[in-house]
C-alpha cells in the first residue's frame, strides 16, 4: 500500500504560481510512477503530468511550458510547479502512483490516490 496526501493548493490570480506537493507513505516511493490528475466540476479526470523513478516525464498539451513535475525520492515527494495560471487550471488536483515504469494517462490505471487539493485561479 502506498499512502498519498497533497498539500499546496489555493487561490491564486491568473499568471500567479503554485507549487503542489504529494507526499508518500508505505512502499518504496522510487518504485513507482506518479502521475498529478485534474478533475474540474462536470468534467472527467485527467492527467496532467506524469513522472516515472527513471525520470521521464509527460505533459498534457494544456499546460506543456507552464507546469513541471518533478521528484525527491529522498523526501518520497513528488511536486508540481504550476506558473502562468490560468482560470481554466482551476480544479482539484489528485496524485496517484502506479507501480509500473511506463507512462498512462487513464486514472484506472493507478492504484493509489490522495485526497486531491483545490486550486482556484480567479482571473
Known amino acids: 500500500q502506498v499512502q498519498l496526501v497533497e498539500s499546496g493548493g489555493g487561490l491564486v490570480q491568473a499568471g500567479g504560481s503554485l507549487r503542489l506537493s504529494c507526499a508518500a507513505s508505505?512502499?518504496?516511493?522510487?518504485?513507482?510512477?506518479m502521475g498529478w490528475f485534474r478533475q474540474a466540476p462536470g468534467k472527467e479526470r485527467a492527467l496532467v503530468a506524469f513522472?516515472?523513478?527513471?525520470?521521464?516525464?509527460y505533459y498534457a498539451d494544456s499546460v506543456k511550458g507552464r507546469f513541471t513535475i518533478s521528484r525527491d525520492n529522498a523526501k518520497n515527494t513528488v511536486y508540481l510547479q504550476m506558473n502562468s495560471l490560468k482560470p481554466e487550471d482551476t480544479a482539484v488536483y489528485y496524485c496517484?502512483?502506479?507501480?509500473?515504469?511506463?507512462?498512462?494517462?487513464?486514472?484506472?490505471?493507478?492504484?493509489?490516490w490522495g485526497q486531491g487539493t483545490q486550486v482556484t485561479v480567479s482571473s
Open positions: 513522472i516515472n523513478w527513471t525520470d521521464s516525464t
Open positions: 496517484a502512483a502506479r507501480s509500473s515504469k511506463f507512462y498512462s494517462s487513464r486514472w484506472s490505471d493507478y492504484p493509489y
Open positions: 508505505g512502499r518504496t516511493f522510487s518504485n513507482y510512477a
